[in-house]
């Protein structure tokens, strides 16, 4: 099985970032697991905009790209490349300003294009390309966001599931969820130990390779 996990928090003591650490230490040594890291805070990845036009323009009339333009290409395919080959893709990412980090909307920004991740039908339909994926969704956030005074401002685990269910097709198998930390100090430690515990059964069932729950 391939496996894409994506890490999206360069805090160390993050809590997202522990439930990464959980999640990799739990499927440590599964030999049936091919698994590959991308950290978007390691990779070289130029902003989606006017640079990366640029460089389709030019590429397209033979003319030279600049750094940032060959650099932009070879991020976008790179993360293409992952994407296409990955079976089940783990996120671990934060709810920073009510939203996702910036360098995690650069991956989306490249793997949200049209003949690859979804399609348009003649009637002008969105149709999904990528319904054979399943995604695991691991958020943590301080605050509550949950109730439904504030659901409407959570925009991280909101949108990753637009995105990757509603535009792209694929199955959220699991999602977990660690939030409240920081609203409430008196159970901080409570309410992490319990997320990270989810996060520690999810691994293990990964690595068990539950043919039930996966449907391989």
């Known amino acids: 099985m391939n496996v894409l996990v994506v890490k999206a928090n360069n805090r160390p003591e993050g809590i997202s970032s522990k439930m990464y650490d959980i999640f990799m230490e739990g499927i440590k040594g599964a030999d ?3 698994i590959k890291v991308y950290d978007v805070f390691e990779e070289d990845m130029p902003h989606f905009g006017q640079d990366f036009f640029n460089a389709i323009h030019k590429k397209q009339n033979g003319s030279e790209l600049s750094d940032i333009e060959e650099r932009i290409l070879v991020a976008k395919q790179k993360a293409m490349n992952l994407l296409k080959e990955a079976e089940v893709i783990v996120f671990a990412f934060p709810l920073w300003n009510f939203t996702i980090p910036a360098k995690l909307q650069t991956f989306i920004d490249y793997v949200a294009t049209a003949g690859f991740s979804f399609k348009y039908s003649p009637e002008g339909k969105l149709i999904q390309m990528m319904t054979d994926k399943k995604v695991i969704l691991l958020n943590a956030r301080g605050g509550i966001y949950s109730t439904p005074e504030r659901a409407p401002i959570e925009m991280a685990v909101t949108y990753m599931v637009n995105i990757f269910n509603g535009m792209f097709g694929m199955d959220i198998m699991e999602k977990v969820v660690i939030e409240g930390h920081n609203a409430i100090p008196d159970k901080k430690e ?9 996060v520690s059964e999810i691994a293990d069932n990964l690595v068990k390779e539950n043919t039930t729950v996966f449907n391989y």
């Open 32 to 34: 049936h697991l091919n």
């Open 190 to 198: 409570e309410i992490i130990e319990e997320g990270l515990i989810k």
